[in-house]
């Protein structure tokens, strides 16, 4: 006769469980990642910006008295500083049983929260359309890319690849060329068709490869990068953005701190201050599709 199964067994076998956590809820930061950073010393961060007088005929009569002109004054790019945060709350007894694939409760949740927190501040970057400086019973609020976009804005009715190209050309006239575009899934399903000439890169007939997306467009006004489809963005927005001209101005970088306990178990709070410095707008473009 055999000897013992595991259904004789059982109560004494361990569990088969896989000692791997996954996680596929998006936490990519397109633009939060694509920018620098810079230091801010203010809730209320400025950027200066200087300009150039428009391209006139300029002739002076030989022998005649010079005409002097005044100078430009700059113009300071302005927003407010945002608090950032999320605080976790652990239980003494769930911190100290056994996890599968989690060796520290407390370390996974506040590891969850750090990529929460940078996504919280993407989301501002690309909806916030105002800045707000608060007050005692309101938060202070940054102004993302909309806060600051308005020269080269336009509002077509649909997102068409003549007004997409429209825009470009209102930008470069602006001065700006070489720009990252940022589009959500399905702006960028319609961008994807765009002919640009029906001239595309064509692959071997031995690569059994089919390229269905836009990722580089040439045109006469400069080359456009994309990025991959933003999930956060609005189908009203196409931002066409100059990496070079946008910061995140930092006040106070993430700090991690713990919290009282008053009772049976333990808390942690992160932290961080930032905003989004905007260097120059007329870099940049933005198409409110229908605004």
């Known amino acids: 006769m055999a000897g013992p199964t595991t259904y004789d067994m059982a109560t004494g076998n361990k569990p088969s469980v896989r000692e791997v956590l996954y996680n596929v809820a998006p936490d990519n930061t ?77 370390k996974r949740q506040m590891f969850l929260r750090s990529k929460e927190i940078k996504g919280d501040v993407e989301y501002a970057f690309v909806t916030s359309a105002a800045s707000a400086a608060g007050d005692d019973a309101n938060a202070r609020e940054l102004g993302g890319l ?58 071997g007939a031995a690569v059994k490869e089919l390229w269905g997306y836009v990722e580089v467009y040439h045109t006469s006004f400069g080359t456009m990068k994309f990025l991959p489809p933003h999930r956060d963005m609005a189908d009203a927005d196409v931002f066409c953005v100059d990496p070079a001209l946008w ?10 701190e713990p919290y009282p306990s008053a009772g049976s178990y333990i808390a942690k709070t992160m932290e961080m201050e930032l905003t989004l410095e905007c260097c120059s707008e007329k870099g940049n473009a933005w198409m409110n599709i229908g605004g």
């Open 30 to 106: 397109p633009l939060y990642s694509l920018i620098g950073d810079v230091n801010a010393v203010a809730t209320h961060h400025k950027c200066p910006e200087d300009t150039l007088a428009a391209r006139a005929a300029n002739k002076l009569v030989e022998g005649a008295n010079y005409v002097l002109g005044d100078p430009t004054p700059r113009t300071l790019n302005a927003n407010y500083t945002q608090i950032f945060y999320k605080g976790v709350k652990v239980t003494k007894t769930q911190q100290a049983v056994a996890h599968y694939a989690v060796k520290n409760e407390m």
């Open 247 to 256: 910061n995140k101005a930092w006040l106070r970088d993430l700090k991690v």
């Open 146 to 203: 909309k806060a600051f976009l308005s020269t080269n804005k336009t509002t077509p009715a649909a997102l068409t690849e003549a007004d997409f190209i429209a825009l470009l050309k209102a930008a470069y006239d602006s001065g700006c060329q070489d720009l990252t575009v940022l589009a959500n899934g399905t702006n960028k399903i319609i961008i994807d068709e765009f002919t640009g000439g029906n001239i595309k890169e064509q692959q």
